[in-house]
């Protein structure tokens, strides 16, 4: 299973078999802060754990079918306040905290990496969007804000062509 992850609180979750066929997609789950949003860690938990309950070789860690997750990697931005950022880095380290407790390989990759595969260097978000729907028309993307989702597919996406040239 490749899984593939946008993080933060406009985030998803995307899951692929090792053949490339999308399993589905999911936002990434949040719960309230304050007046703020964060990321739910007790049910991103959750959503992991339920696709990875149904992978028969999730522990033979001989198996060639390991999990792998490839999260977007990322980090401060000028201009972001300090709580905001604080709240983001704690939603990414969560997200890194269940996968390492689940036992699933995390390939970092760079926004600029996946991208440059997707044709996507220069272009605006909605674009993401709109070749997500084309690669992948079963997954419903028809909100502006299922960015977020096409950018977890486009990221698993991308996973898994890595793991089918072993990189």
């Given at each position: 299973?490749?899984?593939?992850?946008?993080?933060?609180?406009?985030?998803?979750?995307?899951?692929?078999?090792?053949?490339?066929?999308?399993?589905?997609?999911?936002?990434?789950?949040?719960?309230?802060?304050?007046?703020?949003?964060?990321?739910?860690?007790?049910?991103?938990?959750?959503?992991?754990?339920?696709?990875?309950?149904?992978?028969?070789?999730?522990?033979?860690?001989?198996?060639?079918?390991?999990?792998?997750?490839?999260?977007?990697?990322?980090?401060?931005?000028?201009?972001?306040?300090?709580?905001?950022?604080?709240?983001?880095?704690?939603?990414?380290?969560?997200?890194?905290?269940?996968?390492?407790?689940?036992?699933?390989?995390?390939?970092?990759?760079?926004p600029q990496a996946w991208k440059k595969y997707h044709g996507l260097i220069g272009k605006d978000k909605d674009s993401?969007?709109?070749?997500?729907?084309?690669l992948y028309p079963q997954a419903s993307l028809s909100r502006k804000k299922d960015i977020g989702r096409a950018d977890?597919?486009?990221?698993?996406?991308?996973?898994?062509?890595?793991?089918?040239?072993?990189?």
């Open positions: 299973m490749i899984i593939g992850i946008d993080p933060g609180i406009t985030g998803a979750i995307s899951f692929f078999d090792n053949d490339g066929e999308l399993l589905g997609v999911e936002d990434m789950p949040t719960k309230p802060l304050g007046g703020k949003r964060q990321v739910d860690s007790e049910m991103f938990c959750k959503i992991i754990d339920a696709r990875l309950i149904n992978l028969d070789t999730y522990f033979d860690p001989f198996c060639s079918y390991w999990p792998v997750a490839y999260l977007e990697k990322v980090h401060a931005m000028p201009g972001q306040g300090v709580v905001s950022m604080f709240n983001f880095g704690m939603g990414y380290g969560a997200v890194q905290g269940v996968l390492a407790s689940r036992e699933v390989d995390v390939v970092l990759v760079t993401a969007r709109l070749l997500a729907q084309r977890a597919m486009l990221i698993g996406d991308y996973g898994v062509q890595q793991q089918r040239i072993g990189a």
